[in-house]
């Protein structure tokens, strides 16, 4: 018994290198967080697409909203950690402080929600891909499977599904407002903006001039 189990074991860590190593060149065929909305929105609307085809205004955005020292950390950025620590234990309302480079692992090997057991595995996912992939693998891997609507992932489809246009022909308003719903996409809506929207999608904006894609 205790053989099969280790042979059990052996083939799940063989499967998992092998995975990481063919993710460094293609986006996974789907994610347990697009099966989820597939189930609860009826639908999956993604269209994956290269680096290049992204354009700058989009990956300007979403590293300006959600990671501004992405290409400057290892993989964690333990200023910002701290920072949601203290945050959190002052008991105000719960704020992450995961990098890009986590949230891809989390997006393509895991799945949602919190626990430590999760969260142990998306810190050795993290280390493995920062040192596999590199930033650019990464950041595309990040904004072709997040999801960005009900039902919706990718920033491809984002932008046709809210703009009608291809990413890589966002303006810089556009691109803004889709890393203005990131945090919340199933809740948040561009058409439709509060006023914290509103300050958040000029916020971004402003901070767009300081990211520069290395």
Known sequence: MWNKIKKLIYILILANILFI????????????????????????????????????????????????????????????????????????????????????????????????????????????????????????????SIEMGRGVFGVEAASEYYFNKKSKDLTKSEAAWIATILPNPKKYDPKNPSAYLNKKHNWIIRQMNNVSLK
């Open 21 to 144: 190593f063919w993710g460094k060149f293609f986006n996974p065929p789907i994610t347990l967080t697009q099966i989820s909305g597939l189930f609860e929105f009826g639908k999956l609307k993604r269209d994956y697409i290269s680096y290049d085809e992204m354009g700058d205004h989009v990956k300007r955005a979403v590293i300006a909203s959600e990671d501004q020292n992405f290409f400057n950390h290892n993989g964690f950025d333990y200023k910002a950690i701290q920072k949601a620590m203290e945050h959190n234990g002052a008991g105000k309302k719960l704020r992450g402080g995961s990098t890009i480079s986590q949230q891809t692992a989390k997006n393509i090997f895991l799945w949602q929600g919190r626990s430590w057991i999760r969260k142990g595995f998306e810190t050795v996912y993290t280390f493995i891909i920062e040192l596999v992939w590199g930033k650019d693998v990464i950041l595309e891997r990040y904004l072709n």
